[in-house]
T-cell receptor, first 111, second 112 residues
Framework: LAKTTQPISMDSYEGQEVNITCSHN???????ITWYQQFPSQGPRFIIQ???TKVTNEVASLFIPADRKSSTLSLPRVSLSDTAVYYC????????????FGSGTKLNVKP | NAGVTQTPKFQVLKTGQSMTLQCAQD?????MYWYRQDPGMGLRLIYY???????DKGEVPNGYNVSRLNKREFSLRLESAAPSQTSVYFC???????????FGPGTRLTVT
């Protein structure tokens, strides 16, 4: 089971770039890495996914080193509305029961 | 599109009572999931349905049963509720071949 480890919380200020790292030492060959954002009293929302190297979309970037034992979600120029819990999820579509969300990182963006 | 809908939004049960949580999606997704989230914790997978007609256990299936009624609907049943099942329950769905899960708004369940 590719369990994940993330920092419990992080603080940042508006306009800064935030990097949240997730450790997944037991990641399997077929596993993909996915990140979700969750606001209080809401279901998680997909942010980005990747397998290796770097992936970028309109809201974030995902950096994955060659050994794939960790990944870093990068949020450029955060705003107050980015205050949320961010989850790293590692899994393989052929083994749904191996998906593991972990406890997430609570990002607090200050003015 | 409503996306993923869940009913009810809130429910209070007494120990030993039974209930069914309903989930429906209108995105023609193949796979559906039930998670629970305890306070301050991440989500844990209870059951999933990779496609219509199939269901499988996730990380924490004990005390629950599921039914994939058709492609749209996936229900979760608590036969004899226990206080340890007090949690927020989320349903999610994905299209075939995708890791992007779409989540419903959740059902907040309290068992006294």
């Amino acid at each position: 089971l590719a369990k994940t480890t993330q920092p419990i919380s992080m603080d940042s200020y508006e306009g800064q770039e935030v990097n949240i790292t997730c450790s997944h030492n037991n990641i399997a060959t077929n596993d993909y890495i996915t990140w979700y954002q969750q606001f209080p009293s809401q279901g998680p929302r997909f942010i980005i996914q990747g397998y290796k190297t770097k992936v970028t979309n309109e809201v974030a970037s995902l950096f994955i080193p060659a050994d794939r034992k960790s990944s870093t979600l990068s949020l450029p120029r955060v705003s107050l509305s980015d205050t949320a819990v961010y989850y790293c999820l590692v899994g393989d579509l052929n083994n749904f029961n191996k998906f593991y969300f972990g406890s997430g990182t609570k990002l607090n963006v200050k003015p | 599109n409503a996306g993923v809908t869940q009913t009810p939004k809130f429910q209070v049960l007494k120990t030993g009572q039974s209930m069914t949580l309903q989930c429906a999606q209108d995105m023609n997704h193949n796979s559906m999931y039930w998670y629970r989230q305890d306070p301050g914790m991440g989500l844990r997978l209870i059951y999933y349905s990779a496609s219509e007609g199939t269901t499988d256990k996730g990380e924490v299936p004990n005390g629950y049963n599921v039914s994939r009624l058709n492609k749209r609907e996936f229900s979760l049943r608590l036969e004899s509720a226990a206080p340890s099942q007090t949690s927020v329950y989320f349903c999610a769905s994905t299209r075939q071949g995708s890791y992007e899960q779409y989540f419903g708004p959740g059902t907040r369940l309290t068992v006294t």
